[in-house]
């Protein structure tokens, strides 16, 4: 086939019989190419489902062991946009968790809070889809769990019953050392 | 050309020759004696048009789910994988659901009645072809002894309704699509009856059923491609033909959804849309239903032979024939989808340019060696 929409030169019989030559032979060629795709396994995946792999030092969304964090505000300090914020109340070594949040809003992704934990317990996961309707839903708290966990009330627990024990034996030793004073 | 009020008087002169209609000889023998006789023949086509709409319209449904696979597949990826489960066999469905759900939509400016006439006009069209096309050697809904000039005129009425939808839209990329549907139609209309011409040469009969039993010797492989060495361009031709004809790509140029936004589809919302659709992959599988008698050997093949000879019950014999027919129908169609996925979208020049200047002369020469050869065979075996 030409190319043109104009008024064009007649074209030979010989040019004629190879424009059909082509046309049918081309057409073939290409049959086949896409008939061997059609043949072929699918080189994409469905995706829900499956996932492609991911490298392991991939910066995705965050995940925290909570469990080892000790809320010393160093990644918080680290982050360059100030997109993390926590707060956790303090009894004695226990922590009771009221939040650790990173706001994906702003987050860019720079590893720069995982290095400064002096607990190694912020990470950079392999999550990447993260999809809401809501943009408030994108201050997503990274915490498990809220409050203090049920090892921690039972670490508490022990503490405070050494330390009643302890104060107990202390005030009774005072006691008699009262006693003794006394006497 | 191709009239279809005269082929409607052929079809009333030539009314078909009793007996031979596995339905109505099957109602004779079984039906309850207070059915007066008149009633029969109307209760035998009633009985075929809604097995006919039935099989076409489950086939279009199927064709478009394969369609999308197809696609997918050549383009290295899955296509609809959820609706239904097992490789969204039921994505059709839901569509169709959908497409009926959606609120029916009739542009201002456009002029409602044709508007609305025009996708009704466009399937009846298309399944008045159906009429002539015979699904088993005893099952058929009208025995046309010029069943193939029929179809042909039936099919090409339904230009006249995709003219009527860009007309009526009241766009000028309607109009320019049903435009280039006119000029198209009219350029590939005469390759399509000369490369038709062929077999039928060949067969020396323009009906469907005669033709398919003329292919039946050798053992079921008598094809008309075996038969006449004019017969396999003849059908590469009526292939192109066809695919112009039922606005498949590399010809969809009515539609040229890059260029023309949807063409004359445009304006066309929810069922009145779907209803192009249907008519589309109708007008396919009455295409490749014409290839395959005409060029595929109909009905006939080893099998249909073996179970002939046996003396199988008819029913099932006519089952082996309607399943044979439309597997090679089928065929038809893949490969109407493998060059859908393969081609580009030409040009319209470059459309009318094949049409004219290299399709029809090619016709022209297939039909005269084809014709050439029947002579010589004649008088050599005279």
Request: proline share 11%; aromatic share 10%; hydrophobic share 45%.
């Given at each position: 086939m030409s190319d043109q929409a104009t008024m064009r030169e007649p074209i030979s019989a010989r040019e004629w019989i190879k424009n059909v030559w082509d046309g049918f032979y081309t057409t073939l060629a290409g049959m086949k190419i896409t008939g061997r795709y059609l043949l072929q396994k699918p080189i994409t995946i469905q995706y829900p489902d499956e996932r492609m792999p991911i490298p392991d030092r991939y910066r995705g969304i965050h995940y925290l062991e909570q469990e080892k964090c000790i809320n010393c505000l160093a990644c918080a300090r680290a982050c360059p946009i100030d997109c993390i914020e926590m707060d956790a109340i303090r009894h004695g070594k226990e922590l009771e968790w009221v939040s650790f949040s990173v706001d994906y809003q702003k987050?860019?992704?720079?590893?720069?809070?995982?290095?400064?934990c002096p607990k190694d317990c912020i990470h950079m996961g392999t999550e990447f889809a993260f999809v809401t309707?809501?943009?408030?839903?994108?201050?997503?708290?990274?915490?498990?769990?809220?409050?203090?966990s049920r090892e921690a009330r039972i670490r508490m627990k022990e503490a405070e019953a050494k330390k009643a024990a302890k104060d107990a034996a202390k005030a009774a030793k005072g006691a008699d050392a009262k006693e003794g004073d006394d006497a | 050309m191709l009239n279809p009020i005269v082929t409607g008087a052929a079809l009333v002169a030539e009314a078909p020759a009793q007996g031979g209609n596995l339905t109505l000889d099957l109602l004779r023998e079984?039906?309850?004696?207070?059915?007066?006789?008149?009633?029969l023949p109307l209760i035998t086509a009633l009985i075929s048009v809604v097995i006919v709409i039935t099989v076409i319209s489950l086939l279009a449904m199927v064709s478009v789910w394969l369609e999308r696979k197809v696609s997918g597949h050549i383009q290295c990826r899955y296509g609809p994988m959820y609706a239904g489960g097992w490789h969204g066999w039921a994505q059709s469905i839901a569509d169709g659901v959908k497409l009926l759900m959606k609120e029916d939509m009739i542009p201002l400016g456009s002029d409602k009645a044709l508007f609305m006439l025009a996708p009704a006009l466009v399937l009846g069209a298309i399944f008045g072809a159906f009429?002539?096309?015979?699904?088993?050697p005893d099952f058929y809904f009208a025995d046309i002894h010029l069943g193939a000039f029929f179809i042909l005129g039936m099919s090409s009425l339904t230009t006249i309704g995709v003219v009527m939808a860009g007309w009526a839209s009241n766009s000028k990329w309607s109009l320019y699509g049903s435009m280039r549907e006119a000029a198209q139609v009219v350029a590939y209309e005469i390759p399509l009856g000369l490369s038709l011409m062929v077999p039928l040469m060949v067969a020396g009969t323009f009906n469907l059923l005669d033709a398919s039993a003329a292919q039946s010797d050798y053992w079921g492989m008598g094809w008309f491609v075996f038969k006449n060495p004019f017969v396999i361009p003849a059908g590469i031709l009526f292939f192109v033909a066809a695919l112009a004809e039922t606005k498949r790509?590399?010809?969809?140029l009515p539609e040229a959804e890059s260029e023309l936004v949807a063409g004359f589809l445009t304006e066309y919302s929810g069922i009145r849309w779907s209803f192009f659709f249907m008519e589309e992959y109708a007008a396919m599988y009455l295409m490749s239903l014409m290839a395959a008698v005409f060029f595929l050997g109909g009905f006939e093949s080893p099998v249909l032979h073996v179970a002939r000879q046996a003396e199988w019950h008819p029913i099932l014999c006519n089952l082996i024939a309607a399943t044979t027919l439309i597997a090679k129908s089928m065929f038809g169609v893949l490969v109407m989808m493998w060059v859908r996925w393969t081609l580009p979208r030409v040009r319209i020049d470059q459309v009318m340019t094949m049409g004219y200047k290299y399709l029809t002369p090619l016709a022209l020469l297939c039909a005269l060696g084809a014709a050439l050869w029947e002579a010589g065979k004649a008088w050599i075996f005279a």
């Open positions: 987050c860019m992704f720079c590893e720069l809070c995982v290095y400064p309707d809501d943009r408030s839903e994108l201050k997503h708290d990274l915490l498990s769990y809220k409050g203090m | 079984h039906a309850p004696a207070a059915l007066p006789g008149w009633s009429v002539a096309m015979p699904l088993a790509a590399p010809f969809d």
